[in-house]
């Protein structure tokens, strides 16, 4: 008999790790059966059901973590002269449940030159841009290059809908104008 503790339903496991005897449960989903001992074959949670006596494990996906070279699309959520703070919230097409942070240096929002953030992104706004640096939980974007920037954007008066005419984003509803770094597929991506 294992020296171990049963494990309860939702306790995270790990391939290898003992879940019972064959006598108590039979192996289901994310399990395997070897010598009458019943072992998870994935990372998961337990699932143990008494009624049919079967234990399962559920597995969990694995977090996508941005990678260097990564195109990746996010919130701005703050701004100041230098930094924009973004929620990357999809990594090579994957939306992600908890967004992970990151920065933009006004050296990397524009091929050209930028004299304030808020001249070329606003809080709101969803972005496209390349991860350039990973280092911890420190994330470095970049929206330089023609298909990076922003995709969506709305008016900072009246919070309606932007619309792009040529390098300018207009409101429909109180016709202001507004400059943003914008995608070259601006309004034409799925969020």
Not at 32 to 53: L, Q
Not at 155 to 168: A, F, I, M, P
Not at 171 to 185: F, P, Q, V, Y
Request: hydrophobic share 35%; with cysteine; proline share 4%.
């Amino acid at each position: 008999m294992q020296d171990v503790s049963k494990p309860k339903t939702g306790s995270f496991v790990l391939p290898g790790d003992w879940l019972g005897v064959i006598e108590e449960f039979t192996p289901g989903e994310g399990t395997y059966e070897e010598n009458g001992i019943v072992y998870a074959s994935s990372i998961g949670r337990v699932i143990i059901d008494n009624i049919e006596k079967r234990v399962k494990v559920i597995p969990i996906e694995a977090r996508a973590l941005p990678r260097k070279g990564d195109i990746v699309l996010g919130k701005v959520t703050q701004i100041n002269k230098m930094l924009t703070f973004v929620d990357i919230a999809r990594v090579r097409g994957q939306t992600i449940a908890n967004p992970f942070s990151a920065v933009i240096h006004i050296s990397q929002i524009s091929p050209g030159y930028v004299e304030n953030t808020s001249d070329a992104l606003k809080p709101g706004d969803i972005i496209r841009a390349r991860v350039v640096e990973e280092q911890g939980e420190l994330i470095q974007l970049t929206t330089t290059e023609k298909n990076l920037g922003v995709v969506y954007a709305t008016c900072s008066k009246c919070g309606s809908e932007l619309e792009r005419k040529g390098n300018v984003l207009s409101c429909l509803n109180c016709e202001a104008k507004e400059t943003r770094k914008i995608a070259s597929d601006y309004g034409r991506v799925k969020i």
